[in-house]
Nanobody
Framework: QVQLVESGGGLVQAGGSLRLSCAAS????????MGWYRQAPGKERELVAH???????DYADSVKGRFTISRDNAKDTVYLQMNSLKSEDTAVYYC??????????WGQGTQVTVSS
């Protein structure tokens, strides 16, 4: 039933910025947590950032200080602002929503490519 639709990916030069959006078809308050993950070719999928229902956030060490996760409750949308992008950030970025323990949903992913 739940759809997560990512947008905002693209090609940017190193040092540039992108903002990813994840629009949910259900109230984001129905989830315990929403987050962004990424997967580069040949690599494991990894956590980028979480935002919890109460507003707390956490980040992977590799993106701390550069990426910011936020939300717009009225739009049922979660964002990932990515600044100071590096080539190592190149990956497919996936939105995830979870209501523990019984529900977990993933978006289709959006490609982010950072050129050096």
């Amino acid at each position: 039933q739940v759809q997560l639709v990512e947008s905002g990916g693209g090609l940017v030069q190193a040092g540039g910025s992108l903002r990813l959006s994840c629009a949910a078809s259900r109230s984001i308050f129905s989830f315990n947590v929403m987050g962004w993950y990424r997967q580069a070719p040949g690599k494991e999928r990894e956590l980028v950032a979480h935002i919890f229902r109460g507003g707390a956030t956490d980040y992977a060490d590799s993106v701390k200080g550069r990426f910011t996760i936020s939300r717009d409750n009225a739009k049922d949308t979660v964002y990932l602002q990515m600044n100071s992008l590096k080539s190592e950030d190149t990956a497919v970025y996936y939105c995830k929503a979870a209501r523990w323990p019984q529900e977990e949903y993933w978006g289709q992913g959006t490609q982010v490519t950072v050129s050096s």
